[in-house]
């Protein structure tokens, strides 16, 4: 169950509050597929299920910015905002991806909200968001996530 806020000063309270995680996800192949199509971004490590078995990773792996747009169904699961006009996905201060993710894998969110800043009829919300991979101690991807809720 998300944290659910309502309104700008419930928002404003939430500064420094851990979020908790995310369910898992899990990344099938076909996924991974569909995403090469969106970007036409078809390199072999991502979608040759049989010469990825022969490469670096043993397998195919999931693209970075496909574990980066999983944020979003995953995020939305950590904090739900009722009470205002409108929400922004503003950009992201920071982005990187310490470890790969290997099709097959289960991934999941955890999020703190790192600030909260007045801005005009609104307040933006800095979140440090974190993927991490089943069974292991590294993340996929480390983020910093820039939102803007209106009044």
Not at 16 to 39: C, K, M, Y
Not at 49 to 71: C, D, Q, W
Not at 98 to 116: D, E, F, M, Y
Request: charged residues 20%; contains cysteine.
């Amino acid at each position: 169950m998300p944290l659910t806020v309502h309104g700008i000063d419930e928002i404003k309270a939430q500064a420094g509050a851990d979020l908790g995680h995310s369910s898992w996800l899990e990344i099938p192949q076909s996924r991974v597929n569909t995403f090469a199509d969106a970007t036409d971004d078809h390199q072999w490590i991502h979608v040759d299920v049989e010469r990825a078995k022969e490469g670096p990773f043993g397998g195919t792996i999931a693209h970075g910015y496909l574990t980066l747009s999983l944020l979003i169904p995953m995020w939305s699961e950590l904090l739900r905002v009722e009470g205002v006009s409108m929400a922004v996905n503003y950009g992201l201060n920071k982005v990187r991806f310490p470890s790969l993710v290997r099709v097959g894998s289960k991934i999941r969110t955890h999020g703190r909200i790192a600030s909260v800043e007045d801005v005009k009829n609104g307040v933006e919300v800095i979140v440090d968001l974190t993927v991490g991979i089943d069974g292991s101690d590294k993340p996929a991807c480390v983020a910093q996530a820039v939102y803007r809720f209106y009044a």
